[in-house]
C-alpha cells in the first residue's frame, strides 16, 4: 500500500468538538484568577458575579430589556426541561423533531408528561413541513440541530399573534445566528457551545409571555425543587438576578464572563455571526473542490453555520452496507485524532455516519483552513486501506 504524503501545516488548535467547544482565542486559565472561589455563591461578590454573567449575556445576546436571563442546572437539557415541565399542559403542544436532540424533547413530552402531542418530523439534513406549525398550539424546537446540522432559516413560520408560547432550544445558535425575539418565549443554550465554556450550566430566557404562563399555570404533575420558578402564583425574580435554584460552578462563572468579554471586545454578536459564517465558507469552499464529501444539509439556506455535519458521498463507500459506511466514518476520525489535527469530530452517534465539525466564533478560519487538507488526507488514507483489504 502506497504511503500517502502529510499535509505540511497543521491547525494551530484541533479543538472542533461540537461541545463542549473550542476555549475563546487567547484564552488561559490565568484569565479565571478572579473567579469567587472558597465562597458561597449568595455571597456578595458570588451574586455579583452571577448578575454579570446575566448582564453581559443580554448585552452581548442582543436580549430584549423586558425578558428575563436565568442560570439554571443541568446545562442546556435542563434549561429544556424547566420550561417543558413547568409550563406544557394548557395547550396542545406541537415539536419539531429534525436530529438527535429534538426526538429526546418528543420523548420527555409525550412518554414523561404524557402530553398528546403532534411530532412534525424530517430526516437527518432536512427541515419538517414549517408550514404545518399552529398559531393556537404550543411549540417546542430546536433552532439549530446540533447533531443534524440543519438551522431554520429564520422566525417567519411562527405567528406573531400565536396564541401558543414557543420553547426553543438555542444551545448551538446563540452567539452565531439571528434569533427571533419576538417569536421565541423560552430560549435556552448552555455556555458550553459558541462561548467555548465550561459546561453543567444552562441559560434560560423567558419573555413576558412566558412569565405570564407561568404565573397563569399550575402543572398537573409533582415538580421537582430544580424545576420550579414561581412561589405564591409568581415567578421567583431572584432566580433571574443571580440567586440561582442550586449551587453553580464559580469557577464555570467567571469562565463565561471571560468568553461574553472576549465576544464585546471582538465586536459583539454581529462579529461572532460573521466569524461562524466565514468558518462555514471554509469549508464550502473545500467541500466544491472535493468529490468525496457534501453536507448532510443539502440546502445551504438551512444549512448550520456552527455544528457543520459532513456525510462521504463517494460511491465506492456509500454502496457498502450501513455498518461499513460507520466503520469508515470512525476511520476517519480516528486517523485525523491520531495525527492531532481534529479532537472528537466524528458523528453523533444518533446521526447517519459522517464527520462533524464546529465552527463557532472562538475557532479560527486559519485552523479551518490548516484541516482541510488532513480532512482529504485522512480519507485517501482510509479508503487506500479499505481497498488493500
Not at 32 to 52: D, I, M, T, Y
Not at 87 to 109: C, H, I, N, Y
Not at 157 to 172: E, H, K, L, M
Not at 308 to 329: G, M, N, R, Y
Request: charged fraction near 25%; proline fraction near 6%; charge should be negative.
Amino acid at each position: 500500500m502506497t504511503t500517502l504524503a502529510k499535509p505540511a501545516m497543521r491547525p494551530a488548535r484541533p479543538e472542533f468538538s461540537s461541545g463542549p467547544c473550542a476555549k475563546r482565542p487567547g484564552w488561559s486559565p490565568e484569565n479565571l484568577q478572579n473567579a469567587v472561589l472558597g465562597r458561597s455563591h449568595r455571597s456578595k461578590p458570588g451574586k455579583a458575579r452571577l448578575k454579570e454573567a446575566i448582564d453581559r449575556t443580554r448585552e452581548v445576546l442582543e436580549v430584549p430589556d423586558d425578558h428575563l436571563i436565568g442560570i439554571v442546572p443541568g446545562s442546556d437539557t435542563g434549561a429544556v426541561e424547566m420550561a417543558m415541565w413547568s409550563m406544557l399542559g394548557p395547550r396542545p403542544v406541537q415539536l419539531l423533531a429534525f436530529e438527535s436532540f429534538g426526538k429526546d424533547w418528543v420523548t420527555d413530552v409525550t412518554k414523561q408528561l404524557k402530553l398528546d402531542a403532534e411530532v412534525l418530523d424530517a430526516p437527518y439534513g432536512e427541515l419538517p413541513d414549517l408550514t404545518k406549525v399552529r398559531s393556537d398550539a404550543d411549540l417546542v424546537f430546536t433552532w439549530n440541530g446540533t447533531t443534524s446540522g440543519v438551522r431554520v432559516p429564520n422566525g417567519d413560520f411562527i405567528a406573531a399573534d400565536r396564541a401558543g408560547i414557543t420553547i426553543c432550544d438555542a444551545t448551538s445558535a446563540a452567539f452565531a445566528q439571528d434569533l427571533a425575539w419576538d417569536k421565541l418565549d423560552v430560549v435556552t443554550f448552555s455556555w458550553q457551545k459558541a462561548l467555548g465554556g465550561e459546561a453543567a450550566h444552562g441559560v434560560l430566557i423567558l419573555s413576558p409571555r412566558a412569565v405570564a404562563r407561568l404565573e397563569s399555570h399550575t402543572p398537573a404533575w409533582p415538580m421537582p425543587k430544580l424545576f420550579r420558578m414561581t412561589k405564591g402564583g409568581k415567578v421567583t425574580l431572584d432566580l433571574f438576578e443571580g440567586a440561582t435554584i442550586n449551587t453553580p460552578s464559580m469557577l464555570a462563572v467567571e469562565d463565561a464572563v471571560d468568553a461574553l468579554k472576549w465576544a464585546a471586545s471582538i465586536g459583539g454578536l454581529a462579529e461572532m455571526k460573521r466569524r461562524a459564517d466565514a468558518n462555514l465558507g471554509v469549508l464550502e469552499g473545500w467541500a466544491q473542490k472535493t468529490g468525496w464529501v457534501s453536507f448532510l444539509a443539502a440546502d445551504p439556506a438551512i444549512r448550520s453555520n456552527t455544528s457543520v455535519c459532513l456525510k462521504v458521498i463517494d460511491p465506492k463507500v456509500t454502496s457498502l452496507s450501513e455498518d461499513a459506511q460507520a466503520d469508515f466514518a470512525r476511520k476517519l476520525a480516528a486517523a485525523l485524532e491520531k495525527e492531532g489535527v481534529a479532537l472528537d469530530v466524528g458523528g453523533y452517534r444518533d446521526a447517519p455516519p459522517g464527520l462533524r465539525i464546529w465552527c463557532g466564533a472562538t475557532v479560527e478560519a486559519s485552523d479551518l483552513d490548516a484541516l482541510t487538507p488532513w480532512l482529504d488526507w485522512a480519507y485517501a488514507t482510509v479508503s487506500a486501506e479499505l481497498q488493500a483489504a
